[in-house]
């Protein structure tokens, strides 16, 4: 909905504000009024020394506080000012619904979940800005009971540096938290240098991205709307108003499972065009994008082809992907967005909803797939909106309406389903559907 997000300033002039009261409570756990309060770097560095060292968020943010003190002299206090805090509180309950054949047959489980999301940036100086952004979320229900192989999933981090932390879990419910954001960035010029845990967003379209390389996210994750990052080192030099160059790179434990590529961005005949080339996990890479304006229309497009180094007899070496999209807002406020996917290594021998993971170079259920969604705001104070992807080699169907309801200022609730439909030869024909309602207070 139209409310944004309000950032916060935290001030620490004797008294604790009320942004940092709802800091407190938002997640007393992590003792983070330390980070905000703490007079001197010396200061915080001695009490979170004092924290188990077998936590992942100790050595996170030690490593984040060393950055801190090498990026600049002034002790904490003296940038009180240019700390911005915001963030949500979210709670929810899932229902998931699927019909298995006999002697299973019918299914259900239900799941309830608690987030708190929190964004922390520090404007050290004019140049450089320090971002550490985190989820904490509380899973509980019959998910968590029955699917140990689900809790894993949620433990799961891929980058670098393993920040995943089960701060506590029993047979039913498992609390989790994460940084998913943990980076320093450094503007001066035509140069934009960013190190650490953040998201290399090189995508054009607004549903599928084949030019996300480097963390592509999934268009049926409905609770994750800051998508995920990645470990990274990311330069960009501005040669103009209108093109760029850029230069990634995401190691990884295994260097096979590394990422790094180049980006050249340029205007031609009013379209933004943009060329890739890398490496992605032991594959060669090759790409490109282009957005621009037809009449009032959006015309966009991504296109990726991938190629093993080390070939396999038997297994195709190479995957070609292309996606293009067009884009319309039409004069009563309704927006539609239409696309259409080639993915050819796209498939699956199974499906289980919430169990699936996408990745740049394989980013679809299927070889083929139309996707259009609908936005309309039918009051002030409420939205629609209707997604329907059509994957035509499978024979299936899947649907999503959504409505979000401004219930006051900053809170927000939110309806959301998802259902797949196909034939019986079909994986997504026992796919699963799932039915949400989720209320967020903003700050």
């Known amino acids: 909905m139209g409310h944004a997000q309000n950032l916060v300033t935290v001030r620490c002039a004797g008294t604790r504000s009320s942004a940092l009261r709802k800091l407190e409570i938002a997640v007393p756990f992590l003792r983070f009024r330390a980070l905000i309060c703490t007079p001197r770097l010396g200061s915080l560095v001695t009490e979170l020394c004092a924290w188990p060292t077998s936590s992942p968020l100790r050595h996170a943010s030690l490593v984040f506080l060393t950055l801190l003190a090498i990026g600049t002299r002034l002790p904490i206090a003296q940038a009180e000012e240019d700390i911005r805090v915001s963030g949500y509180l979210q709670a929810s309950a899932v229902r998931i619904s699927t019909e298995l054949p006999e002697p299973v047959g019918s299914q259900s489980w239900m799941e309830y979940r608690l987030q708190n999301r929190l964004n922390v940036s520090w404007y050290a100086t004019s140049d450089l800005t320090f971002n550490w952004q985190m989820r904490t979320r509380l899973f509980a229900g019959d998910l968590v009971r029955d699917f140990p192989q689900y809790v894993e999933s949620i433990a799961t981090d891929d980058g670098l540096v393993d920040l995943s932390w089960t701060v506590a879990q029993r047979d039913n419910w498992v609390l989790q938290h994460v940084p998913d954001r943990l980076y320093a960035e450094w503007n001066r010029g035509d140069w934009d240098i960013s190190i650490g845990r953040q998201r290399v ?29 990645s470990d990274a080192i990311r330069i960009q030099r501005h040669l103009d108003f209108t093109s760029r160059i850029e230069v990634a790179v995401s190691p990884a434990r295994e260097l096979r499972d590394s990422v790094f590529a180049a980006l050249y961005a340029f205007d031609l005949r009013g379209y933004d065009v943009q060329i890739i080339s890398g490496y992605y996990r032991d594959r060669f890479t090759v790409g490109a994008g282009w957005a621009g304006d037809f009449r009032g229309a959006g015309i966009k497009g991504e296109t990726m082809l991938y190629r093993d180094i080390d070939s396999q007899e038997g297994i195709r070496g190479t995957n070609a992907i292309v996606s293009t999209s067009v884009d319309y807002m039409f004069e009563n ?3 539609v967005v239409a696309e259409i996917l080639y993915n050819r290594e796209g498939g699956r021998d199974e ?6 993971q996408l990745s740049p170079d394989n980013p679809s259920f299927s070889t083929y797939q139309a996707t259009t969604q609908l936005r309309y705001s039918i009051s002030p104070l409420l939205e629609g909106s209707l997604a329907a992807i059509w ?8 649907i999503s309406p959504a409505l979000t309801w401004s219930l006051a200022q900053d809170i927000d609730l939110r309806i959301l389903g998802q259902f797949f439909t196909g034939s019986d030869d079909s994986v997504f024909g026992n796919a699963g559907n799932l039915l949400t309602a989720s209320l967020t207070y903003n700050f």
């Open 351 to 356: 499906f289980t909803l919430l169990g699936e």
């Open 333 to 335: 406020g309704l927006f």
């Open 391 to 398: 994957y035509p080699d499978e024979s299936a169907v899947f």
């Open 201 to 229: 967003n090189w995508g054009v379209n607004m549903i599928t991205n084949p030019n996300d390389i480097f963390n592509i996210y999934s268009f049926y994750d409905f609770d994750y709307p800051e998508r995920p990052g």
